[in-house]
């Protein structure tokens, strides 16, 4: 056959946009407003910083709908080029009559890009426009199977065609194979993971098109199936589900997207989330919304760019809702779907072609059945509300014809719990030697103590590898930790992290080598499922680097993911921190709403436990800090033996009593947390648990018998105070007299000479 290289071109763009709205059908909604909407809120305190919606990409999922297209995407926005191939088998010649009709099909494809783009990608296609024949016939190469050779049939493709097609230059090839000889599934399809190599580059990108795709008798256009299986090029996901046994394919975002089902009369403009992924929708169209507010914002349809916009709110780590307008226009002209506001959920952690973006529908609209025709009925009109099940609310106040006006409350957002019961873990072995007894934290939960949450510390960033303590994370050592952790959060308790402390290395690393020992942090995080991260800063620290760890947890795990600090509590009542040199009131007025709460530290002579000493901190930072005591969290030593001298030990009665004046005095006091839970008081480490539940309840008001004087501490003669049992809830007066029977525990807190274990 004679071989030729034909230049298809670059395709202007200025003849390829998408019909203004001044030509497009009217909307089916009321007439237009004078003014066209705008994708900015009325209150701009509702807005948070783009990268707030940015979430990451995790990188051990197939074509995420994370924000980050992934590192083997073909550049969106610019000038791509493409090489197209046409092969055909031993047993499945080409018809080169059929060549032209084929091309047709591709440029038509090529066009629909740079619609859906508004000619912010442009692509440059050259074609070897004749057949190339592969050493083996169709069956070999498995098209169609589960065992399908892709790799195989892309290199001998290119191998066929070196001799005549320059690869030096191509970003991405369409691959063209003659499919009458398949007997299998023969739909086209895209792979940016090949490691094919030709003059001088790795060709990992990829699109295998069948001929039944493109020809005359197609089930589908060919323009939008090649534009679709090019959104795969640029790093976008299947919308559609592979697996149809749980229901109908087109389930996720019904007709909604051209990477979801392709129905003839569906919508094909990309959702909004994906327009600002691939950069061709602009930073000032997107609304990223903060929690506990209440916004309301003007959507113009995402059909017209110059006016489209979006409402985002992060959820988590994974998920995003959006909400946007859609309107019969522009690209989306002869759509059947409903207009209105659509809803939607995007799920990063969900691979493609398993519904990684769900449309959703108004308070008790949902179908009963989810398929392209419930799903086109999905978009909101005024009146209509969705409650998510985060609790964030979408309600429609009004649409014209150029978009919605929508209010979205995202209050529920926020943490706004009270009265916390916290215990900071780290010595899960007494001396932290293997060879003692494991102290499980999950009395905690077992013992019904009220405890919320549970810190553990420490985690250090050494300049080589990251260490709890004095083992890697994932030393046996810490098994059954993680396995206690894991039931506790089964149980509604959440686990976090504390990063830092006494000689711990890890500000010092972050502040040196940022990219990396984060990365590390993150990796932790994301491996054994902690809910949130406390930092501990307790060595010099410029406040940029702790604002940089702050905003990098926010960002890469959302509005839910729990970030708290433990700083001395004098730094907390208008002094510079001694031990970090921290301005907390700076930090906070920069980054409080990003601060879950503070864990002060009143003991070891940096505060004092006492309502008198707090009382005066919560009215410093009422009146000049700004932490409200919400997020005020008293933290308690546990036992005396846990700083030199028990500093800041002040018996466990006091203390109680100081707990239950505190409660009774400030409402919204934020919480106690102990420090720490191994050798706590009254329990000792046969019964840590103890102490978390007396601190539980008094800060409901419920008090022990007062058994008298405290004996003196004697080494290893036992528990220094009552050792009555903690609850969480009302004992009664039948608990209360079993309290009062209880003498001295005799459960030791170990040897009250041993040497202090540092805090981290």
């Excluded at 991405?172 to 007997?183: G, Q, R």
């Excluded at 226009?329 to 759509?335: E, M, N, Q, R, T």
């Excluded at 009665?653 to 409660?663: I, Q, S, Y």
């Excluded at 007396?694 to 008298?708: C, E, K, R, S, V």
Aim: net charge negative; hydrophobic share 40%; glycine share 10%.
């Amino acid at each position: 056959m004679n071989r030729r290289l034909l230049p298809a071109g670059v395709i202007a763009a200025a003849a390829l946009l998408i019909p203004t709205l001044a030509s497009a059908p009217a909307s089916a909604l009321a007439p237009a407003a004078p003014a066209a909407p705008t994708a900015v809120p009325a209150d701009a305190s509702s807005l948070q910083p783009l990268a707030r919606c940015q979430m990451p990409t995790p990188p051990d999922v197939d074509f995420s709908e994370g924000y980050s297209l992934g590192r083997e995407a073909m550049p969106a926005t610019g000038t791509g080029r493409i090489t197209t191939l046409y092969v055909d088998f031993p047993d499945a010649p080409g018809d080169d009559a059929a060549l032209a009709g084929y091309e047709d099909a591709l440029d038509g494809g090529q066009q629909s890009v740079s619609e859906l783009s508004e000619g912010k990608l442009q692509l440059d296609r050259t074609a070897d426009e004749a057949w190339a024949e592969m050493p083996y016939p169709t069956a070999h190469y498995g098209i169609g199977t589960d065992d399908e050779l892709s790799d195989e049939l892309l290199a001998d493709a290119v191998a066929a065609t070196d001799a005549v097609v320059d690869f030096s230059q191509t970003d991405a090839i369409w691959l063209v194979f003659e499919s009458s000889a398949v007997t299998g599934d023969v739909r086209s399809h895209a792979m940016n993971d090949a490691t094919v190599t030709a003059d001088g580059r790795t060709l990992n990108r990829a699109v295998l098109f069948s001929t039944a795709d493109l020809g005359p008798t197609a089930e589908l256009s060919p323009a939008w199936v090649v534009a679709h299986e090019n959104g795969h090029t640029l790093g976008l996901a299947d919308l559609y589900f592979n697996d149809t046994s749980a229901g109908d394919a087109s389930r996720g975002t019904g007709p909604f997207d051209l990477m979801g089902y392709l129905d003839d009369d569906g919508s094909r403009e990309l959702l909004a989330w994906n327009q600002w992924r691939l950069g061709w929708l602009a930073d000032d169209a997107v609304s990223c919304l903060r929690p506990g507010k209440t916004t309301t914002l003007e959507l113009g349809a995402v059909e017209d760019s110059a006016t489209a916009g979006v409402a985002l709110i992060r959820l988590s780590a994974s998920t995003v809702l959006a909400v946007e307008s859609r309107r019969s226009v522009g690209i989306d002209a002869a759509s059947t779907a409903a207009e209105g506001a659509l809803v939607y959920r995007i799920d990063a952690s969900v691979p493609s072609g398993d519904g990684p973006v769900e449309v959703q529908f108004a308070d008790g609209a949902a179908p009963q059945v989810r398929d392209a025709a419930t799903i086109s009925a999905a978009p909101l009109q005024p009146g209509d509300t969705y409650t998510d099940e985060s609790g964030v609310t979408v309600t429609v106040d009004s649409a014209d014809a150029a978009g919605d006006t929508i209010t979205v409350d995202t209050n529920a957002l926020v943490h706004t719990d009270t009265k916390r019961t916290i215990a900071y873990y780290q010595t899960s072995r007494v001396d932290n030697n293997v060879n003692n007894p494991y102290i499980s934290p999950l009395p905690l939960t077992t013992e019904h103590t009220g405890t919320d949450y549970v810190i553990l510390a420490a985690i250090k960033l050494k300049p080589e590898k990251v260490i709890l303590n004095d083992h890697t994370p994932d030393d046996p050592y810490y098994t059954p930790v993680w396995a206690d952790l894991a039931a506790m959060q089964q149980q509604g308790v959440r686990v976090i992290g504390m990063i830092g402390g006494d000689q711990n290395p890890s500000w010092q690393t972050l502040s040196t080598d940022f990219d990396v020992q984060y990365g590390r942090l993150k990796e932790l995080i994301v491996k054994h499922h902690l809910d949130g991260i406390d930092l501990d800063v307790e060595t010099p620290t410029a406040i940029e680097v702790v604002e940089l760890v702050i905003d990098s947890l926010r960002n890469d795990f959302g509005p839910t993911f729990l970030i708290t600090l433990s700083p001395v509590a004098r730094g907390m009542e208008g002094e510079i921190d001694g031990l970090s040199q921290l301005d907390y009131d700076q930090l906070y007025e920069d980054r409080g709403e990003d601060i879950d709460w503070f864990n002060l530290q009143t003991y070891c002579g940096w505060g004092e436990p006492t309502e008198e000493y707090f009382s005066k901190v919560i009215a410093y930072q009422a009146g000049v800090g700004g932490a409200p005591a919400s997020k005020l969290v008293m933290g308690v030593l546990s036992n005396p033996i846990n700083c030199p001298g028990g500093n800041g030990w002040i018996g466990l009665r006091p203390l109680l009593e100081e707990v239950d004046d505190l409660a009774a005095k400030h409402a919204d006091f934020g919480g106690v947390a102990t420090w720490e839970y191994y050798n706590s008081d009254p329990g000792g480490t046969s019964a840590p648990w103890r102490l978390n539940g007396l601190l539980t309840d008094a800060m409901n008001g419920i008090l022990p018998p007062d058994p008298g004087p405290e004996p003196t501490p004697v080494p290893g003669a036992g528990s220094s105070t009552l050792a009555a049992t903690g609850s969480g809830y009302d004992p009664g007066p039948v608990a209360l007299l079993a309290l009062l029977a209880l003498a001295l525990g005799a459960g030791s807190f170990g040897a009250i000479t041993r040497r202090r274990r540092a805090r981290g």
